[in-house]
């Protein structure tokens, strides 16, 4: 089992940044991704940025520019820089954690962090 714990949420005003965590158990003999989404009230949950060991960084259209993934060290945890926040980037965000050992998938989500951006 591998435990998904995301922090670094919070209020701030429009123009503003957060940095978002989000720290694994990940075994790095393995094929990984670790992945951002978001979900605003009464919407879809949508793919915001990504990352995995063989294909690098992606981001979503709406935040290209603004937010930037990175890991540490490890690569056990994944930091998304957000800049520039803007109120429809209100919602929670999620990490989630897809981990292929040979034919083996296992997908992990944590609990979620909330951002909260006011105009």
């Known amino acids: 089992q591998v435990q998904v714990v995301e922090s670094g949420g919070g209020s701030v005003q429009a123009g503003g940044s957060l940095r978002l965590s989000c720290t694994a158990s990940?075994?790095?003999?393995?094929?990984?991704?670790m992945t951002w989404y978001r979900q605003a009230p009464e919407k879809e949950r949508e793919f915001v940025s990504g990352?995995?060991?063989?294909?690098?960084?992606s981001y979503a259209d709406s935040v290209k520019g603004r937010f930037t993934i990175s890991q540490d060290n490890t690569k056990n945890t994944v930091f998304l820089q957000m800049n520039s926040l803007k109120p429809e980037d209100t919602a929670m965000y999620y990490c989630?954690?897809?981990?292929?050992?040979?034919?083996?998938?296992?997908?992990?989500w944590g609990q979620g962090t909330q951002v909260t951006v006011s105009s």
């Open positions: 989630k954690t897809d981990i292929l050992c040979g034919i083996h998938l296992s997908t992990f």
């Open positions: 990940l075994n790095h003999t393995c094929t990984y991704a």
């Open positions: 990352v995995n060991n063989l294909r690098g960084t």
